[in-house]
């Protein structure tokens, strides 16, 4: 069966740190994979996503998401963080009949 | 495009009662979904629908929720009787339908069993 596991919870950091949040997913086939972010009172929204080619895709705000086959993982990168990037983030993984299933989600406050 | 609607926002129900609701996708939108958000964790799939058929709800508990995608474009999500534990906000989704096409998502709707 698949699942998503997101490693950090809630994390704090300063405008201009630089940021990596965690995904590992579980899952033997095929796989899309996505970064979802839902930013305070608005609805869940894409972020970015990788189906095939190049490892390392890049999404919007400057964020990008590398595809590490060997280790399952597709973490979430951006050199330096606004304080506009408070948000939580869900990590999804979709097969092929489309079924995407999302992590439990990190929490991202950013200190202005 | 106009986006994914959901009604209502909001929904306080005593537990036992029943509660619906409504979900309009964005047109030509052939996958829908209904996922379960409770407060602290990730989207659960409850149920996803191809056009009018349904094509996982392995996770729906079927004793107390239904679903139904009539026509193939609204759906309707109810559950009977509601307990406690089912506070949670009811988001609906849809997608292209084409492998690996994003999803697009609704506003929600807040439940909230007392």
């Known amino acids: 069966a698949q699942s998503v596991s997101q490693h950090n919870h809630h994390v704090i950091l300063s405008e201009a740190a630089s940021l990596e949040l965690g995904c590992n997913y579980s899952y033997g086939g095929t796989v899309n994979l996505f970064w979802y972010v839902q930013y305070p009172g608005q609805h869940l929204q894409l972020l970015l996503k990788y189906f095939s080619g190049d490892p390392l895709v890049k999404g919007i705000k400057g964020f990008e998401a590398e595809f590490i086959k060997s280790k399952f993982s597709f973490n979430l990168r951006k050199p330096s963080v606004q304080w506009s990037d408070t948000a939580e983030y869900f990590c999804?993984?979709?097969?092929?009949?489309?079924?995407?299933?999302f992590g439990k989600g990190t929490r991202l406050h950013i200190l202005p | 495009e106009a986006g994914v609607a959901q009604s209502p926002r909001y929904k306080i129900i005593e537990k036992r009662q029943s509660v619906a609701f409504w979900c309009n996708p964005i047109?030509?939108?052939?996958?829908l979904y209904w996922y379960q958000q409770i407060l602290g964790q990730g989207p659960k799939l409850l149920i996803q629908?191809?056009?009018?058929?349904?094509?996982?709800d392995s996770q729906l508990p079927k004793d107390r929720f239904s679903a139904e995608r009539l026509k193939g474009v609204d759906s309707t999500l109810k559950i009977q009787p509601a307990k406690l534990e089912d506070s949670a906000v009811y988001l609906c989704?849809?997608?292209?339908?084409?492998?690996?096409?994003?999803?697009?998502f609704g506003n929600g709707t807040r439940l909230t069993v007392t």
């Open positions: 047109s030509g939108h052939a996958t």
């Open positions: 999804a993984v979709g097969n092929r009949d489309d079924k995407i299933i």
């Open positions: 989704a849809s997608s292209r339908g084409t492998d690996g096409s994003p999803l697009h």
């Open positions: 629908f191809q056009n009018n058929g349904v094509v996982d």
